[in-house]
C-alpha cells in the first residue's frame, strides 16, 4: 500500500504522518508490547488510504453523489449479471487482467530506465568523455583527464571517478563494498548536497587528510543513521579516513549500490595507461555537441605527442556521449521486445473477450429482443452493455494492478544484474495513469465488440425470435464476420510471439553449447583483493601471493591452485593494445587490441587448459617477458604460420623490451559466451592487487568453499572472499539474461497461444451449436459424420490460416527488433518460420477438432424431435 | 461553521493540549478522553479538513536528523466556532431533565 499512500499524499505530510506513526508505536509498544503494536501499526498503514479516500469522497456535491449512485446500480446489476456466467467473466477478467498489468509492469520499467531523465539536475547536459579507439570506447587515463582539466573551453564543469571494491574492516570483520574515488570537482558537478556535514570541494583534491563521504543508505546500514557520524574513522583498504559527510539520499545510477565516496588522491602518472578513470564533464548551454567534440580532438591531438613513448595509436582520440545513453547502454531492445510481448498478449486478451462476449450477446438473443418488445429503448440497451465493459474492465483493472506490481517486482528483482537504473522504477501516479488508460482503452474495444450483436437483437422482430427456437436469429453475417475477424487478429499476434518465443529458446540453447574453453565442472574461483594500505608495494603482493599459493595447494581436496586476473566465461581482467614486430601497424591505423589475462603458471593446468605449442609460463617467464597466447589469436594474427618466437611491444610503450611468445593454448571465454573470439594473450601474474583465485579439485568444487575461507581467514583476516562460484555457476551467471529473456518472453509465447486456441475453440464450438439443426438434417439425409467432421475443422483451420500468414508477414518485419536479442540463429530461421506455423495450425486443429467431433455425433433424430 | 462531531473532538482536543500541537497528543488524548481506538489518520485528515475551513493553521518542521511533524494551532476563528458551538448545545439541552422525567411519568 505504500505506493498508494505515496500517491495520495503530500510529500512533506507523508513524513510527517511516518514520523508521528513511529511515535504512537514506540508508544503502543511499550503498553501493549511489540506484537501488538506492529499489528497496530500495520492497520493504521493500510487504513490511511482508505481514510484519504473516504474524505475525498466526502467532499463531492450532492449531485454527483446521485450521478454516482445511477451508475452504482448500473454495475451492480451488471456484476450480478455476470456472476451468473463465472467462467466466462473470470477467463476475461484474468486475461485481461494479465494483459494490462503486464503492459503497464513493462511501461513502468521502460520509463524509468529510458525515458525518464537521469535523476540529477540538468542532467540531459552531463557527458561521458571517453577515448574514441573504434570500435572500442576506453575510459580516460589520469594524463588524459590532467590534459582535459587544463582544457575543456566546451564545458562548464569537469570531474572524475574512479570505481572500486574496498574492504572496510572494523573490529576483525572484514566488509567488501564498492566505493568511489572522485575528483573535488565531482559533487560540484552533480549539483549534490550533504544530508550531514560536507561533500568534497576542489580543494579537497590538493591533499590534507583522508577523508570520505558517506551514502545515506550506508550511512543508515554501517552507522544505524547515526547523526554524530562526522569525524570518526574507517579503515578503508588498510587505510584510516575521517567521515566528512553523508551525502543526500540519490538513487541515480552513479550512486546506486556505491557505500562511499573517498576523495581522489592519484599520483602523478608516469605513462599514458592505465585507463580506469571515467570522465564526465556539463556541456556549456550555448556550445553544440559537435562543437565540443571538436575541441577534445583539438585537446587530445596536443597531448598526444607527449606521450608517445608509451602510447603511439595516433587514430585514437577523444569522443563524447550522453551520459544516460552511457549508463543505459543497449537494454533498450530487451525491454521494447518485451513490451512488444506483453501489449500482443494484452491485444490477443481483449480480442478473446469481444469473442467471449459476442458468443453470450447471441446466446441472450432472445431475452434482448423479448426486452426491447417490451419497451425497453437502445439507449437503455448501450448503457447497460456500457456498464458491463464497466464490470469486466474494473475487474480486470484490479486484476492489472496486482499483476503491473508483481511484474515490477519481478524484473527489478531478477533483472539487476543486466538492466540499469531498476532502482528508480516506482509504480508512481503517471504509471497508474498509464494503467487508466489502457484500461479505458481495453474496455471501449470490449464494449464496442459487445455492441454490434446487441444492436442486432434490437431490430429484430418478436415473432421471427419467438419462432426461431433452435436457433439464434441474431447471428447476422456482421456479428460473424467480427467474430472470425479476431479469431484470424488473434493468431496473427500468437504467431510473431511464438516465433520470437522460440528465436530466443533456441538462442539461449545455443549459448549452452558454446565452449569455454575450460574444464569447468571441477574448479572453484574467488575474488580477492588486497588493501592497498596493508600491501602499499609489489614486493609485499608478490610475497603474499606467493605465501597463498603454497597454502592453498596444501588444503585437502585441492589439486591445484593458481590466480588469475580474469574469469571465464565474462570477467576478463583488461583489453590492451600491442605491437606486433612482424606486422607493425601502418600509420594512421590503430594498433590490435585483445584481451590480457594477468595468470600464474600453475592456472592453465589448474582450469584444465591444454597446450597445443611450445611451451607454458614459467618462473622466469616474468624476467624474459614471456607471453602465451591461445588459438584464436594466432588465428587471427598469424593464421597457418608459427607464432612461438614472434615478438611485440606491450601497450605499444616502445621503449620497453620485446615480449615474446613461449607457447599456444586453447581458446578460452573470457569476453562473454556470445562474443567472437578475438584472442588473449597470458601474461606473467605476480603483483596485481587484484585477483581471483583458482582451485581445482577432483571431487565437489563446492565442498572447497569453506577450506578456502578458513585458509584467507588464517592468511590475513582483513581480506574478504568475493564473488565465490563453482565454474559451472560461473558459467550460468554469464546465462542470467538470456535466461530471463527466454523465459519472459516464452513465458508470454504461451499465454499468447493458450488464448488463440481457447479463442478459435470457442468460434468453432459456438459454429457447431449455432448448426446443429442444419448437421442432423444433412446426417438424417445419409451424410456421412467423417464429412461434418471435416466441414467444422476445415471451417477452423481456414480462419486461423489467414491469421498465421499475417503472423508469419508481422515476424519477418519485426525480425529486426530481435537481431540483437539472439546468438547463433537468425532472426529469418527458416526453420522457424516454417515449423510454429505449422506447430501452429496442428494446435489450431486439435481445438477444432472437439467440436467437430461433437458435430460427428449428433444424434439426428432427437435434434429433428426437438426442433 | 458547520463542524462534524469528530473534528469537534479534534478542536476540544486541541484546547486541552495547548497552544501548538502535533497529531500523537491529539490522537493519545481522544483514546484517553473517549476510551476507544482512535487512528492517527483520521486525526490528521480530520486537522487537514479543519486548516480549510480556517479553523486551525499549520507549519512543517524538519530538524536535520531529527523527527518531521506538521504543528497545529487553534486560530481565533477555531476557537469561536467551538464556543459557538457550545452555546448551540447548551440551547439544546435546556430543560433536558425536565423534559427526560415528564416522559418517564
Not at chain 1, 480 to 509: D, N
Not at chain 1, 596 to 613: C, I, M, T
Not at chain 2, 34 to 40: E, G, K, S
Amino acid at each position: 500500500m505504500s505506493w498508494l499512500f505515496s500517491l495520495i499524499v503530500r510529500d512533506a505530510d507523508r513524513r510527517a504522518i511516518e514520523s508521528d506513526l513511529a511515535e504512537l508505536f514506540e508508544l503502543k509498544r511499550r503498553t501493549d508490547g511489540d506484537r501488538a503494536a506492529r499489528r497496530w501499526l500495520r492497520r493504521q498503514r493500510v487504513l490511511y488510504p482508505l481514510h484519504v479516500i473516504g474524505d475525498r469522497l466526502r467532499a463531492i456535491p450532492a449531485f454527483g453523489r446521485r450521478l454516482m449512485s445511477h451508475l452504482w446500480r448500473d454495475l451492480v446489476y451488471s456484476a450480478r449479471s455476470l456472476i451468473r456466467t463465472p467462467a466466462l467473466t473470470a477467463t476475461i477478467v484474468l486475461t485481461v487482467g494479465v494483459g494490462l498489468g503486464a503492459t503497464t509492469g513493462m511501461l513502468a520499467v521502460i520509463r524509468a530506465v529510458l525515458i525518464n531523465p537521469l535523476p540529477y539536475a540538468d542532467a540531459e547536459s552531463i557527458f561521458w568523455i571517453y577515448t574514441d579507439n573504434a570500435p572500442y570506447r576506453f575510459r580516460f587515463s589520469v594524463v588524459d583527464y590532467r590534459a582535459f582539466e587544463q582544457d575543456h573551453p566546451a564545458f562548464s564543469d569537469i570531474a572524475a571517478y574512479q570505481s572500486s571494491r574496498v574492504t572496510v574492516s572494523e573490529g576483525g570483520e572484514a566488509d567488501r563494498v564498492t566505493a568511489k574515488s572522485v575528483t573535488g570537482s565531482y559533487f560540484p558537478l552533480m549539483r549534490q548536497r550533504p544530508l550531514l556535514g560536507r561533500l568534497f570541494e576542489p580543494k579537497d583534491d590538493t591533499g590534507g587528510d583522508r577523508i570520505a563521504v558517506l551514502t545515506a543508505p550506508y550511512w543508515r546500514r554501517r552507522f544505524g543513521g547515526d547523526p554524530n557520524v562526522l569525524g570518526r574513522t574507517m579503515t578503508i583498504d588498510g587505510g584510516r579516513y575521517t567521515i566528512v559527510g553523508v551525502l543526500e539520499p540519490a538513487d541515480g545510477p552513479l550512486e546506486n549500490g556505491v557505500a562511499f565516496f573517498t576523495a581522489a588522491r592519484w599520483p602523478e602518472p608516469k605513462r599514458k595507461g592505465p585507463f580506469f578513470t571515467m570522465a564526465i564533464a556539463r556541456l556549456r548551454p550555448d556550445v553544440s555537441e559537435t562543437a565540443a567534440l571538436t575541441t577534445l580532438k583539438a585537446t587530445n591531438a596536443r597531448l598526444f605527442p607527449i606521450w608517445r613513448s608509451s602510447y603511439q595509436d595516433e587514430k585514437a582520440t577523444w569522443g563524447l556521449q550522453d551520459l544516460k545513453s552511457r549508463v543505459v547502454g543497449d537494454v533498450g531492445s530487451t525491454l521494447v521486445a518485451a513490451l512488444a510481448a506483453v501489449a500482443c498478449v494484452l491485444l490477443i486478451a481483449c480480442a478473446n473477450a469481444v469473442n467471449l462476449l459476442i458468443a453470450r450477446a447471441l446466446n441472450r438473443g432472445r431475452d434482448l429482443a423479448i426486452r426491447g418488445a417490451l419497451g425497453a429503448s437502445r439507449g437503455r440497451l448501450i448503457q447497460h452493455l456500457l456498464a458491463e465493459s464497466g464490470v469486466l474492465t474494473i475487474g480486470a483493472t484490479l486484476v492489472g494492478l496486482a499483476v503491473a506490481a508483481g511484474t515490477v517486482v519481478l524484473v527489478t528483482t531478477y533483472g539487476t544484474t543486466f538492466i540499469p537504473r531498476l532502482s528508480e522504477v516506482r509504480m508512481s501516479g503517471a504509471v497508474l495513469a498509464w494503467l487508466g488508460g489502457l484500461a479505458i482503452v481495453s474496455g471501449l474495444i470490449i464494449f464496442a465488440g459487445g455492441l454490434v450483436p446487441a444492436l442486432n437483437s434490437t431490430r429484430l422482430r418478436m415473432d421471427h425470435v419467438l419462432r426461431s427456437s433452435g436457433r439464434s436469429t441474431t447471428d447476422g453475417p456482421g456479428a460473424r464476420r467480427l467474430r472470425h475477424a479476431l479469431v484470424a487478429a488473434e493468431f496473427a499476434l500468437a504467431t510473431p510471439l511464438i516465433v520470437a518465443a522460440v528465436l530466443v529458446l533456441l538462442s539461449l540453447q545455443r549459448l549452452n553449447h558454446v565452449e569455454v574453453g575450460i574444464d569447468t565442472a571441477r574448479i572453484l574461483t574467488a575474488g580477492v583483493s588486497l588493501p592497498g594500505g596493508l600491501y602499499p608495494d609489489e614486493d609485499s603482493r608478490r610475497e603474499f601471493w606467493q605465501r597463498t599459493l603454497t597454502r592453498l595447494e596444501t588444503l585437502p581436496g585441492v589439486e591445484r591452485a593458481a590466480l588469475a586476473d580474469s574469469r571465464p566465461p565474462d570477467d576478463a581482467g583488461q583489453s590492451n593494445n600491442f605491437e606486433l614486430e612482424d606486422r607493425p601497424t601502418p600509420p594512421g591505423q590503430n594498433q590490435p587490441i585483445c584481451i590480457w589475462v594477468g595468470a600464474s603458471p600453475g592456472f592453465f593446468k589448474a582450469v584444465g587448459l591444454r597446450l597445443e605449442r611450445g611451451r607454458l609460463l614459467d618462473a622466469q617467464s616474468l624476467q624474459n617477458d614471456e607471453v602465451v597466447v591461445d588459438r584464436a589469436w594466432v588465428q587471427r594474427f598469424f593464421p597457418g604460420e608459427e607464432v612461438v618466437g614472434r615478438r611485440m611491444h606491450q601497450g605499444g610503450c616502445t621503449t620497453c623490451p620485446w615480449t615474446t611468445v613461449v607457447g599456444v593454448v586453447g581458446t578460452v571465454k573470457f569476453a562473454g559466451l556470445d562474443t567472437p573470439d578475438r584472442g588473449t594473450i597470458y601474461y606473467p601474474f605476480v603483483d596485481l592487487p587484484a585477483t581471483y583465485v583458482v582451485l581445482r579439485t577432483p571431487g565437489d568444487p563446492a565442498s572447497l568453499v569453506s577450506p578456502l575461507r578458513q585458509a584467507m581467514r588464517e592468511l590475513d583476516p582483513n581480506l574478504a572472499l568475493t564473488d565465490i562460484a563453482t565454474g559451472d555457476e560461473g558459467v550460468s551467471d554469464s546465462l542470467v539474461a538470456p535466461r530471463y529473456l527466454t523465459v519472459l518472453i516464452g513465458m508470454f509465447g504461451a499465454a499468447a497461444l493458450i488464448l488463440s486456441v481457447v479463442g478459435v475453440y470457442g468460434v468453432m464450438a459456438y459454429f457447431v451449436q449455432q448448426r446443429t439443426r442444419d448437421i442432423g438434417i444433412r446426417l438424417a439425409l445419409g451424410g456421412e459424420p467423417a464429412a461434418m467432421r471435416r466441414m467444422v475443422v476445415k471451417q477452423g483451420l481456414r480462419l486461423v490460416l489467414g491469421g498465421i500468414v499475417v503472423g508469419v508477414a508481422a515476424a519477418f518485419l519485426t525480425a529486426r527488433l530481435l537481431t540483437t536479442l539472439l546468438f547463433g540463429v537468425s532472426a529469418t530461421d527458416p526453420w522457424t518460420m516454417t515449423l510454429v506455423p505449422i506447430a501452429l495450425m496442428a494446435v489450431a486443429m486439435i481445438a477444432c477438432l472437439v467440436p467437430a467431433r461433437r458435430a460427428a455425433s449428433l444424434d439426428p433424430a432427437s435434434i429433428l424431435r426437438e426442433s | 461553521m458547520a463542524l462534524q462531531h469528530f473534528e469537534l473532538h479534534v478542536l476540544l482536543a486541541m484546547l486541552r493540549h495547548g497552544s501548538e500541537t502535533y497529531s500523537v497528543p491529539l490522537v493519545l488524548e481522544l483514546e484517553k478522553r473517549t476510551a476507544r481506538p482512535v487512528a492517527q489518520a483520521a486525526v490528521f485528515i480530520a486537522l487537514g479538513r479543519l486548516e480549510k475551513k480556517g479553523l486551525v493553521v499549520s507549519r512543517l518542521d524538519e530538524p536535520k536528523g531529527g523527527r518531521t511533524r506538521r504543528y497545529f494551532k487553534l486560530t481565533r476563528q477555531g476557537l469561536a466556532a467551538v464556543k459557538a458551538h457550545r452555546e448551540e448545545h447548551s440551547r439544546l439541552w435546556r430543560g433536558f431533565s425536565r423534559l427526560a422525567k415528564s416522559i418517564k411519568a
